[in-house]
């Protein structure tokens, strides 16, 4: 608690002066006998004596209340206030059945999902949405600042939504037209794949020319093992895959392309660690400008001390002139 005007304060040195003063002229200013109760004339004290002993204490307390109130005390606090220069972002992942490939435990696209739900958590003032892709592209979920919303989109991920295939350049477009009009200054992609293109009306190099004339940052992510790995090899009737030892290729040379097009980086991850560095060291090269202020505000309290003092101002002429009203004689 902190007081606008103290100086007002200084008035409570003469509080013990007057206290003195008033005790010591109360009896020389008329002869008073004073009786609360005929019981009184008999020798009998009652609780009205005893009060009225205490009756002046009251003005004094008045009087400091008002003392205090005059010197305005106030709650402060402060309240930090932030201001972002906040990045669009969409995350554009692949949902290709080779996602369920097991040299990620469990499988590769689990492990993406919680990396990406990681990654959104660093990023508290940014618009992030998401982007899926596998033989054609959609937009799961528009850029958002509702965390809990985008994470639920992620949490329900699921191979087998779209035709087979991997079409990384329908995946890229479609991020790029929902950045187009997008009033940030700094808009980004983020594409996790783990397969060479080979579907879709764009391919990836025009739709990174797209990017590049609309200013979007293009990162890409290859994730998983080349070589033999245990993957899906058909889709059951039930909607479950089968698995069998496949032989993984991977284009790197495409996807680096593509990030030197659009001024971004290219980066490969061949374990569960591998991915959560990528998304780290991502994290720290697109860092929104912060500026943090203090903003102080106030709240009076000297309105209570009134009040108060108002109340107990009518309690003591109500019980001076009242139940403990004194008879000069």
């Not at 739900?117 to 508290?124: A, E, G, V, W």
């Not at 329908?170 to 200054?185: E, F, N, R």
């Amino acid at each position: 608690m902190t007081f606008a005007d103290p100086y007002w304060l200084l008035l409570l040195l003469l509080l013990p002066w007057l206290i003195y003063r008033y005790r010591k002229d109360i009896g020389m200013r008329h002869v008073m006998l004073q009786v609360s109760r005929q019981a009184a004339m008999k020798g009998v004290k009652t609780w009205v004596v005893y009060a009225r002993t205490w009756l002046q204490a009251v003005r004094w307390v008045v009087l400091v209340l008002l003392i205090v109130a005059m010197a305005r005390p106030q709650l402060a606090w402060y309240e930090d206030k932030t201001e972002a220069e906040a990045m669009d972002i969409l995350l554009v992942m692949d949902i290709s059945p080779s996602m369920l490939t097991k040299d990620f435990a469990p499988d590769r696209l689990t492990v993406a999902k919680q990396v990406a739900k990681d990654f959104i958590l660093r990023r508290p003032f940014d618009r992030i949405g998401l982007v899926v892709f596998s033989g054609g592209a959609f937009t799961q979920c528009p850029l958002t600042n509702d965390r809990r919303l985008l994470q639920a989109f992620i949490n329900n991920l699921q191979v087998g939504k779209l035709r087979d295939g991997t079409a990384i350049g329908m995946g890229i477009a479609t991020a790029v037209h929902h950045l187009k009009d997008s009033p940030s200054v700094s808009k980004i992609a983020i594409v996790l794949t783990d397969g060479e293109n080979n579907a879709g009306e764009f391919g990836p190099i025009k739709a990174a020319e797209m990017a590049r004339a609309l200013g979007v940052r293009v990162y890409t992510v290859g994730i998983g093992k080349e070589g033999v790995v245990l993957s899906p090899s058909r889709q059951n009737y039930d909607g479950t895959f089968s698995f069998a030892q496949r032989m993984m290729t991977f284009d790197s040379t495409l996807l680096s392309e593509v990030a030197r097009l659009t001024n971004g980086q290219f980066y490969r991850a061949y374990s569960p660690t591998d991915l959560r560095d990528i998304y780290t060291k991502i994290d720290r090269l697109e860092k929104s400008k912060i500026t943090i202020a203090k903003v102080q505000r106030n709240t009076e309290l000297f309105f209570w001390l009134l009040d108060a003092a108002f109340c107990l101002l009518v309690l003591e002429l109500f019980l001076r002139w009242g139940p403990l009203r004194v008879i000069t004689v």
